[in-house]
């Protein structure tokens, strides 16, 4: 069947389809109730804590206190549930940018479509390493083999034709396509007949129920963090309650059960850190979103914390390393060079997809060998290539004349062609030539046949070696640099392809990539164990003449090795390896579906400095996310500390330095400071000139704690020296020694987050790095009107706070910088040594 004949839909047959069949796509995913994410946040301990804190308050008879608590319970979850709301459309929107996406003619031009979008009668175009959107039939075939053994459970790939008359009684047809199903060689035309839930593969899917995703390591240490605090609040609640108990005994029972209640909840409250896990994800999300804007697009979130420990980055050579686009170079033939361009071109598609044979094309065209002439005659077969054989042919009939035209590598060319020893010496030596030149090589021969003694397979020919053909394929732009930033950072670079082993060296030292002076092939991975290959990676950085398997062992060889690998690839035989990393690359322009379904990161542009920029963005967001983490630790331990010594110091209900309606405030705060202001700050210096961190090494490590306990201390007797100092001044006026020492509580909080943002930088360079971020001004000023108000407007009755003289406020101030700010002088004797 001619191409001309199938005409896609026009626009407006497309919506009266759509409307009639629906999207192609199996099944909606239920989405989750408002009221039930209210109630899934109401029943975290924190939230509990706060509504017993409440009715306390009611049950006390002080309403005005329990509707304030109230509010402040609203406004959390207004806060946790829009933070949810801009989570769930940040990857919404990374799923629509990661939709599956297939090439459609309507309206008589072509187009690429989501393919979800599909309707039945739609023309669609699909080629190697597609997965097949929809069933339908196959109205024209170039080579096209499918692997239906997500059907079928046949692992043999399937060839397929163009539909004809003949009638079988088979279930699959061999001119038909199924969706779920996957191109693993040539190209063709489809005509969709069938979408959604009417597919064969809709209807297995109508009775699979999606499993739940699992959590990541860091999600699981964080959760494992908050249970253990949460314990330990407990644990606490229960100790400061009896305490308190005692200490009122003065009172009636009721009030002493009512007192101890309340002390237990504040303590309780100031120590569960349920920020934890609002910050992972606010983090990971937002961090997903940033990569997306710079063109790599995430698909798993936890592999943004993967690429911060990154030691290993293995990259194919053909469009990673070089620019994909192949040109041919030079001819070298002991025939005639017309000869064997004639041959390279019938050995081609004549449709073709790939690079080389477009190249090889396009160089017959300059020699006045236009398809029209190339093409004239009968193909009668075709050997297709494979990655064992690693050759190709077709049979033509050309007037009276019957010519197998075959093309592949050369060790595989000149292992079924003529010649002797010295000859074939000779021919691999000019090979070697070629290759040391960095260019690819491939070999050409012919066999002059008859049409009924036309060889069953390729391998059963016996050619005459024609020559080779050298293309270059020119390493990219700047990787050269970019593979020197890597390695700086303590990344190794390998080079995995399929490519002759001399011509990746070459490539590879014109790069850059160190030990580049041998490689190993995958014949000689054959003959090794997977002890020995552990062992031998250790010192190659080359990979030549790989095969899916082969690249199965490297990865694993190296992770065995206790490194974490990232793998990129774009063509199915990828797909394996980029499971088996750490960290799977697909590319998303040239990259077959079946890879960038298999890829955790799709790289949008096709380029390899957005690997180092997202390797980058992976270690500025982790260390951002341990920042965040320390930052809680530190904010919580002065909070704690100043609810628990109240009522050891024997202090009553009434004048303790933080109530739980103070604690709640103070979340109010610690939550959008933490989560939004540490998120934006920028990398550190040193950010891509340090080594990579321990994949094992824990989100508090002993020294973070350290940090955070002495900040956390200092904070503490700023605060709540400031706070029994002024009480002792005048016991009736507790509201005045509150007031000072939240006013210190939350100022050093302000300088803390400033403070805190790098490990090198002082306080005043971090605030001057993003002073024109309007976000961040947004937070910290927000921060500022609500203290202001606090203190002089009529709402700190509400909270049993009074007003400040400006001599006090900035008393208040100071202690809070000094508090704080003693770390950058830490900093600065660092620094200097």
């Known amino acids: 069947m001619e191409q001309k004949e199938w005409i896609g839909l026009t626009s407006d047959e497309v919506g009266k389809r759509q409307e009639k069949f629906g999207f192609n796509e199996l099944s909606e995913q239920k989405k989750v109730p408002f009221y039930y994410k209210i109630v899934h946040i109401l029943m975290e301990p924190m939230f509990l804590l706060l509504l017993v804190a409440a009715l306390i308050y009611f049950f006390l008879g002080e309403p005005q206190d329990g509707a304030i608590m109230l509010v402040f319970v609203v406004v959390i979850i207004a806060i946790e549930i829009y933070q949810e709301w801009k989570t769930d459309q940040t990857l919404r929107a990374l799923k629509d940018l990661s939709a599956p996406k297939i090439k459609v003619e309507r309206d008589q031009k072509v187009y690429n479509i989501l393919s ?78 069938k979408t959604g839930a009417e597919t064969e593969y809709g209807k297995i899917g109508k009775h699979l129920v999606e499993a739940k995703p699992e959590r990541s390591p860091l999600e699981k240490q964080i959760n494992h963090l908050v249970k253990i605090c949460a314990g330990v609040a407990i644990v606490l609640l229960v100790l400061v309650a009896g305490i308190t108990f005692f200490n009122t005994a003065g009172l009636a029972l009721h009030d002493r059960i009512v007192e101890s209640i309340l002390s237990g909840i504040t303590l309780a409250m100031a120590m569960i850190p349920e920020e934890f896990p609002v910050v992972l994800t606010v983090f990971l999300s937002m961090g997903a979103w940033r990569l997306a804007k710079k063109q790599s697009l995430i698909r798993k979130l936890p592999a943004i914390e993967t690429m911060g420990a990154l ?99 050369p060790e595989s060319i000149l292992a079924i062609s003529l010649g002797s020893e010295d000859e074939k010496a000779a021919i691999r030596q000019k090979i070697e030539e070629f290759a040391r030149q960095g260019l690819r090589v491939i070999a050409v021969g012919e066999q002059r046949v008859t049409q009924e003694t036309i060889p069953e397979t390729i391998t059963d020919c016996t050619l005459t070696f024609l020559g080779l053909v050298g293309l270059v394929d020119p390493p990219r732009a700047g990787v050269k640099k970019e593979i020197a930033r890597c390695q700086k950072a303590g990344i190794k670079v390998v080079m995995i392809t399929g490519d002759n082993g001399v011509t990746a060296q070459a490539i590879a030292k014109q790069v850059g990539i160190n030990g580049a002076t041998h490689y190993l092939t995958g014949q000689e991975i054959d003959r090794m164990t997977q002890e020995e290959l552990e062992e031998k990676v250790r010192d190659s950085t080359v990979f030549s003449r790989v095969t899916p398997e082969h690249k199965m062992k490297i990865i694993q060889a190296f992770k065995a090795n206790g490194e974490v690998v990232a793998m990129t690839g774009d063509g199915v035989n990828d797909a394996p390896a980029l499971k088996y990393a750490d960290v799977g690359i697909a590319m998303g322009q040239r990259g077959s579906e079946v890879s960038r379904e298999a890829a955790d990161l799709i790289l949008l542009d096709d380029n390899f400095s957005t690997i180092l920029n997202t390797i980058k963005d992976g270690r500025r967001i982790y260390d951002n996310l341990v920042k965040a983490v320390g930052y809680i630790l530190v904010i919580h331990i002065p909070i704690a500390l100043a609810a628990l010594f109240g009522p050891l110091m024997g202090l009553t209900q009434a004048a303790l330095f933080l109530l739980p309606i103070h604690v709640v405030l103070l979340e109010l705060v610690i939550d959008p400071t933490c989560s939004v202001v540490l998120e934006r700050q920028v990398a550190e210096a040193d950010i891509m000139t340090r080594p990579p961190r321990d994949p094992n090494e824990k989100l508090l490590s002993k020294r973070l704690v350290v940090k955070s306990v002495l900040q956390g201390l200092m904070i503490f007797i700023a605060s709540f020296g400031v706070f029994y100092f002024t009480l002792s001044q005048d016991q009736s006026n507790d509201e005045l020694a509150r007031t000072m020492g939240l006013v210190v509580l939350i100022v050093a909080n302000l300088f803390l987050v400033q403070v805190n943002s790098s490990k090198t930088r002082l306080a005043i360079q971090t605030f001057m790095s993003l002073i024109h971020d309007k976000v961040i001004w947004s937070i910290l000023g927000g921060t500022i009107v609500v203290l202001f108000a606090l203190i002089y407007s009529p709402f700190n009755q509400f909270f049993d706070l009074a007003a400040l003289s400006i001599t006090q406020l900035t008393v208040c101030i100071v202690v809070g910088l000094i508090s704080v700010c003693w770390y950058d002088i830490v900093k600065i004797v660092r620094r200097n040594k």
């Open 116 to 193: 979800r979008e599909l309707v039945p009668g739609d023309i669609v175009f699909i080629e190697e390493g597609v997965k097949i959107p929809a069933d339908g039939s196959v109205v024209q075939a170039n080579d096209l083999r499918v692997d239906e053994s997500s059907l079928t459970g046949e692992a043999q790939a399937v060839w397929k034709h163009t539909a004809s008359n003949e009638t079988t009684t088979d279930y699959w047809r061999t001119d038909f396509v199924y969706t779920g199903t996957l191109v693993t060689t040539g190209s063709a035309t489809i005509l969709v007949e």
């Open 311 to 409: 030691s290993v980055l293995a990259v194919d050579k053909t469009g990673t390393i070089t620019e994909n686009n192949m040109t041919v170079s030079t001819l070298w033939t002991n025939h005639s060079t017309e000869r064997l361009a004639e041959i390279m071109g019938l050995a081609s598609e004549t449709d073709p997809y790939d690079p080389m044979e477009m190249a090889m094309l396009a160089y017959n065209e300059t020699l006045g060998l236009t398809k029209a002439r190339l093409f004239d005659g009968e193909l009668l077969t075709e050997y297709s290539f494979t990655d064992e054989l690693k050759m190709m042919g077709h049979v033509w009939k050309k007037s009276e004349e019957v010519v197998v035209a075959a093309k592949g590598s």
